[in-house]
């Protein structure tokens, strides 16, 4: 998939500002999409119906200017298409809604609709309809047919159904559903929704019935509202469209911490059972969410917050995992546009462009999948209203690669940190206390402090989900900044380099004479999977901090479940377990080594500068070939000799052709590609070290010698794939797999001729 891009926005048009005495009056919604923002030039939305639902057209715009046109513009080359000229007098209240659509005999009309002031608090709605080719060009010399009919009370904004029927705002929050307008344009049903419509978003046919549920509903409109600017709760809404009678029907529900009075901005969208709701303080605070409908109601799930730069701006979901938000610079006067991933919480791309003016307000719709319509209306009498076309893209969904080399580009969006942590639910905040007392517990009581609070949450978890004695208990939830919080109390502070050697010496070797440390804990975090090498300052990094409590048992542990550990740091462990190679009390060097090559694999240009410069005895490096060579031979020679295992081996071992001994241990071969790829790099790294040392050629010629064996073997055996091949074609064994798992294990083969890509 692309990688998300913004690129640097096109000036569609420049409006002047009405000087009249009255221009106050004629201000309208400046998009569908709220009725929060007026101005005297509104942007409308040109859609095409099919059978299959409502889309936007690609490549066109609506503008209407009061008093002036209404301008349909082709993106590619920002020329109109069509203008319908306003006189001055004509005072449009909703934006112009474009309904491309083929009328039966597959004559293809396109239809712009306008509701204008009239008398006696009604609109009057203008329905313009011109006939199109077979391209959706204008056709030459064919007539425009203008029709109007008149909707009681004063219109905010037009919405298209894919019957061919409208739904209608109007400016105190009603919502009326109006006939087809080529036909009659009468008034259908009506519903009631709060005044302020905060972010209001059409659903078509098919993403309506998969967000209700519901199979007779033929449209939805998403809407965020309040019943006024001095309201605090803010509202969620699905208004169905149903083909039957009752005709419209409501879901809602209020969303929390939501305080109207202060909010910047809403977006919503869909994702197959569910929309998204996102929300935009002044102070920053960017919060998302997941609206459902279940049970014939609407309910909003946990949502999440993270604290902005304050600035005036406005959202619009791109994606149902991709934000855009389109905001003002305080410091300077300049437009910024952000692609913001929602589940990564990173600034995947952006763009800055230069103002007119510092004070300004902004408005910004989906105009098409390919643009975004900005509205820069700069505060003043004498500056013109812009608006402008955003060519963005992005895919369908998040990926992490995206998001590599993302933190430059969000810290200066983030807000600064308070000095306090973010805010834990109550059974994690009580944990979190403890940790920040003034007299903090470490090592054992720690441990103690620790499963005291693990039996009481694992209690409280089993009274709330109603899990029955005997059964296991549900594992109690822990934020990642507490665990982090957790390993920073657990460990000890790692060895300064000049207490290295005697921690290999000393400390490592039976674990007595370590620091002390709270090993329950710290086994608790790890074997679940919570602990990550990043959680804790690289200048005080995990595994020297393991390293510093002398328990080699807690080490492997770290090896086994960290998947992110550095190469220097494996590296060093490994020239500690070298160093005490003989000693009784410390692990072996195969069962260090084997921790050492357990997946994900290393890089292998970091590996080989960490051995360079952790290994530089001659010693050490044919310990480590001997190590290999054994495991190489195990690995190969094991299948042949029809033994399922390696040999057991002994508890020490000589290295052939020298007077070096090391222990053994109960190690187990690791993978014989891991093997292969380290022998790989330590002979890379060290062959011309080894060279250089005559005393290590007769090892090397061992060394070689069984490789070449093996390699014969490989060999020999490979001219015998011809004669048994007819062995090999057989009949095939039965399969007695269920279908489910033949058609998954099918997926996972990759055919011939094939290119496949990790997506990371």
């Known amino acids: 998939m692309a990688a998300p891009l913004v690129q640097t926005p096109i000036q569609l048009s420049a409006h002047s500002r009405p000087r009249t005495k009255h221009a106050s009056a004629g201000l309208l919604c400046n998009s569908h999409s709220a009725n929060t923002c007026r101005s005297h030039v509104a942007v409308g939305d040109i859609v095409r119906l099919s059978s299959q639902g409502v889309r936007r057209r690609r490549g066109l715009v609506a503008t209407l200017e009061q008093g002036v046109a209404i301008v349909l513009m082709d993106l590619q080359t920002q020329t109109p298409v069509h203008t319908y000229t306003l006189s001055p007098s004509d005072r449009a209240c909703t934006p112009p809604l474009v309904v491309e659509r083929a009328l039966p005999g597959r004559q293809l009309v396109r239809t712009t609709y306008v509701g204008v002031c009239a008398a006696n608090d009604t609109t009057c709605v203008w329905a313009l309809s011109e006939a199109l080719d077979a391209r959706g060009k204008h056709v030459p010399g064919a007539a425009l ?71 007779e509903v033929v449209g939805a409109l998403l809407l965020a509202a309040a019943k006024s600017r001095k309201h605090a709760s803010l509202e969620a809404m699905v208004v169905t469209v149903r083909a039957a009678a009752p005709r419209l029907g409501t879901y809602r529900c209020t969303v929390p911490d939501v305080d109207t009075t202060t909010l910047e901005s809403c977006a919503m969208t869909t994702h197959q059972t569910s929309a998204e709701l996102a929300t935009l303080a002044r102070d920053g605070t960017l919060t998302t969410g997941a609206l459902r409908v279940a049970e014939r109601s609407l309910t909003c799930d946990a949502r999440h917050a993270v604290h902005l730069t304050p600035a005036g701006g406005r959202l619009v979901f791109l994606s149902p995992s991709h934000l855009l938000l389109v905001a003002l610079r305080m410091d300077k006067p300049r437009a910024a546009a952000l692609v913001w991933d929602v589940e990564l919480d990173a600034v995947l791309t952006s763009v800055e462009w230069s103002l007119a003016s510092a004070g300004a307000h902004v408005a910004a719709s989906r105009a098409t999948e390919e643009h975004v319509l900005v509205q820069i209306e700069p505060i003043g009498d004498a500056a013109r209203c812009s608006v402008l076309a955003l060519p963005v893209s992005v895919p369908s ?188 009390k410390a692990p072996g060097v195969p069962r260090v080594l084997q921790h050492v090559l357990l997946p994900p694999s290393f890089s292998k240009p970091a590996l080989r500068m960490a051995l360079r410069t952790h290994i530089r005895e001659d010693d050490d490096v044919l310990v ?57 790099d330590v002979l890379d790294t060290f062959f011309p070290q080894l060279l250089a040392a005559p005393r290590t050629h007769a090892f090397l010629g061992e060394f070689t010698r069984v490789l070449s064996q093996h390699v014969a073997t490989m060999q020999a055996l490979g001219r015998l794939r011809a004669p048994l091949g007819v062995f090999a074609s057989g009949p095939e064994p039965r399969d007695t797999r269920s279908k489910r798992l033949a058609l998954h294990e099918a997926s996972l083969l990759v055919p011939s001729y094939s290119v496949e890509t990790l997506d990371v």
């Open 624 to 680: 480590l070939l001997d190590v290999l060579r054994v495991w190489l031979g195990a690995q190969v020679s094991a299948p042949l000799e029809g033994r399922a295992e390696p040999m057991p081996a002994e508890d020490e071992r000589h290295v052939p052709h020298t007077d070096l001994v090391y222990r053994v241990g109960d190690a187990r071969p690791p993978a014989l590609g891991a093997v292969a790829s380290f022998a790989e």
């Open 145 to 215: 047919s203008k029709t109007t009919f008149d909707v009681p009370g004063t219109l905010g904004a037009l919405y298209a159904l894919r019957t061919g029927e409208l739904l209608a705002a109007r400016s105190d929050g009603t919502l009326l559903l109006l006939e087809d307008p080529l036909a009659s344009g009468t008034v259908l049903d009506k519903c009631a929704t709060p005044a302020v419509h905060y972010d209001a978003q059409l659903l078509d046919e098919p993403a309506a019935r998969a967000l209700t549920g519901d199979s």
């Open 397 to 584: 969904t998040s990926l992490l690669r995206h998001a590599l080399g993302a933190a430059a580009r969000t810290e200066p969006w983030l807000a600064e940190a308070s000095g306090g942590a973010a805010a834990l639910p109550a059974p994690q905040q009580a944990l979190r206390d403890m940790l920040l007392a003034k007299d903090p517990p470490t090592g054992t009581a720690l441990d103690e402090r620790f499963r005291a609070w693990l039996r009481a949450e694992e209690e409280r978890l089993r009274e709330v989900e109603g899990v029955r004695a005997g059964r296991k208990a549900p594992k109690p939830a822990l934020d990642a900044a507490l665990v982090a919080e957790l390993l920073d109390a657990a460990l000890p502070p790692a060895l300064k380099a000049s207490s290295r050697n005697a921690a290999a010496a000393g400390a490592l070797h039976g674990g007595s004479s370590g620091a002390p440390c709270a090993r329950d804990t710290l086994r608790y975090l790890l074997e679940r999977g919570l602990v990550s090498a990043a959680m804790l300052d690289p200048h005080n990094a995990l595994m020297p901090r393991a390293q510093a409590t002398g328990d080699w048992a807690l080490v492997c542990l770290v090896m086994r479940h960290v998947m992110d550990v550095a190469e220097t740091h494996v590296v060093a462990v490994l020239r500690d377990a070298l160093a005490a190679r003989r000693d009784a």
